[in-house]
């Protein structure tokens, strides 16, 4: 990998982990879900609309979650 790539990638892990640090639990479990949906849709459809179903199902159901604790 060249030096310019692993520094793109490690900024732009840093800026993704900072903007969730202020997210209340709600938020954070809604996307985790989003995530979490988004994986698993793909793996199960093998194409991009399973991946946005899966999102929108997984971030619907973590939001949820996120709603009763």
Do not use: P, W
């Amino acid at each position: 990998m060249k030096a310019t790539t692993k520094i793109m990638a490690g900024t732009c892990i840093v800026l993704t982990l900072a903007g969730c640090g202020s997210m209340t639990t709600r938020e954070r479990d809604t996307a985790v879900g989003a995530g979490i949906g988004a994986a698993a849709g793909a793996a199960i459809t093998g194409d991009v609309g399973g991946a946005v179903g899966g999102g929108v199902v997984g971030g619907i159901i973590g939001n949820q979650i996120g709603k009763h604790k």
